[in-house]
């Protein structure tokens, strides 16, 4: 073969390259099919973002509903109790409490003594804790012979599709502080157990 004869298949090789370069069909297809997953990711990752944001915020306000409720009163029953419990359990609504989700609150009066260290008088919930332990408190809060409401709430938040990403659930949770308001301590279940 002459070098002259490959001219001609060169010519009409860019001319071939030249025209499907040109050619735009499908291209608008293609791209989408590229962007499309990542898309999804966001619309998803922002939905479940939201929630976990949401659900969050009702875990503290469920914290300090609960502190709040018991500290307005000078006695708390267990029927008290037992319906903090349940008024602040609606603050979770629309999200589930069910057991899958493990929503554990507690209750618990501290009294501060004149060393300064919390303990326990009383404890009801999900998680009690003993009567008589200690419990770190902050500084700005630990005055002598004193009493305080304190409220723990946990809330195992289960993505719905990140679950690849969090198959055990996000575990979410917050405390609260409270004052007794009518009187130096709350009692429960009876005087005994106060101040």
Known sequence: MKATSIGPIWRDMRGHAAKLRADRRGLAAVEFAFILPVMMVMLFGTVEFSSAIAIDRKVTLMARTLSDLTSQGTTASSADLTNFFAASTGIMTPYPTTPLTTLRSTITQLYIDNSRVAKVKWSQGSDA????????????????????????????????????????????????????????????PDSTSGC
């Not at 008589?132 to 409220?151: N, Q, R």
């Not at 719905?160 to 709350?186: E, K, N, W």
């Open 129 to 188: 804790i003993t009567v008589g332990s200690t419990v770190t408190i902050p500084d700005t809060l630990a005055v002598a012979d004193t009493y305080l409401i304190f409220s723990q709430v946990s809330y195992k938040y289960l993505p719905t599709v990140g679950y690849v990403l969090a198959q055990s659930g996000i575990t979410m949770s917050d405390f609260a502080y409270t004052r007794p308001r009518q009187s130096r301590c709350v009692s429960y």
